[in-house]
């Protein structure tokens, strides 16, 4: 149980709560806007398909983690087209997104890696301390190109939100489309652009999550953009809140990996890999009528 008061658990908690943090930035983006955006999951998937390819293809970190992020930005732009230029769903339109992200990875994996199931290893970023000691783990934490943009991402996304006019535009559209396009702005225009900085942000999500593994697993998505939405929600649509509920996420899922060992031989190793799902239900199920959600959301 020591393990659990220890550098080792923190830094679990940080590597882990990454992609969550990036894939709820992509959901405040979206749904600040208007856009209700449940798929997430399949931008997660395809941009770390799309960064393990690249890298695996050009031998090269930087190009992997640019191709992701751009991979991320065009299924979410995709995603924006689709519900306010062919007036699709948005439901709809989120849940094919993450059949078409599921379906097509594995279908890639096939074609390009003669498998179904992971793509070869990739160098990724490997920077910091070696060892295995807990402050070896979060000297690579804080050394990892990627997370040190997630974070600059998380500190942004609320400032640019409240303090800019683009986001004072975003949450109008949100709120008040009508209002929007009385001043004569295009309340389409700026849903598409709220959703390619979600697909961006999430996009970056899914090159962390496939870096740190350095490969891609079919389907290792494994449900983290449901549990970023949760986030979202839990907030309340706020930016600070929801990174503090993805940190909390992680931090379970972390503790599973921290107690693993002394628990491998019991049962309650098994229940403790619930522990982040059994979460996100409690924390729906307290935030049940209390939604803060802009009022224009799915409008």
Request: hydrophobic content about 55%; glycine content about 12%; charged content about 15%.
């Amino acid at each position: 149980m020591s393990g659990v008061f220890s550098l080792t658990m923190v830094a679990e908690s940080l590597r882990i709560s990454a992609p969550y943090v990036c894939a709820a930035m992509g959901g405040i983006w979206a749904e600040k806007s208007g856009v209700v955006q449940i798929g997430l999951e399949g931008v997660l998937l395809t941009s770390a398909f799309a960064s393990v390819a690249a890298a695996a293809a050009t031998q090269s970190a930087v190009i992997g983690l640019l191709t992701g992020v751009c991979a991320g930005a065009l299924l979410s732009l995709g995603h924006a087209l689709l519900v306010e230029k062919a007036k699709v769903h948005a439901m709809v339109s989120g849940i094919a997104l993450n059949l078409l992200a599921y379906a097509g990875t594995r279908l890639a994996l096939r074609g390009l890696y003669d498998s179904a199931s992971n793509s070869p290893a990739i160098e990724g970023f490997r920077f910091g301390p070696v060892g295995a000691s807990g402050g070896a783990l979060l000297g690579r934490v804080f050394a990892d190109p990627v997370t040190l943009v997630a974070i600059l991402m998380a500190v942004a996304t609320p400032w640019l939100l409240k303090k800019t006019r683009f986001g004072l535009r975003v949450r109008a559209a949100g709120e008040n489309p009508d209002a929007l396009s009385a001043v004569g702005a295009s309340v389409t225009k700026i849903r598409s652009y709220a959703l390619l900085l979600s697909g961006v942000a999430c996009g970056l999500g899914g090159v962390h999550l496939a870096f740190d593994q350095h490969r891609f697993e079919s389907g290792m998505s494994n449900g983290r953009g449901f549990i970023a939405l949760a986030a979202v929600v839990v907030s309340g649509w706020r930016a600070g809140y929801a990174v503090l509920a993805c940190l909390a996420f992680g931090a379970l899922e972390a503790l599973q990996i921290v107690l693993q060992d002394d628990l491998r031989k019991s049962r309650g190793g098994d229940l403790i890999q619930l522990l982040p799902y059994v979460a996100t239900l409690l924390v729906l199920a307290v935030a049940a009528g209390k939604s803060n959600a802009p009022k224009a959301l799915g409008k």
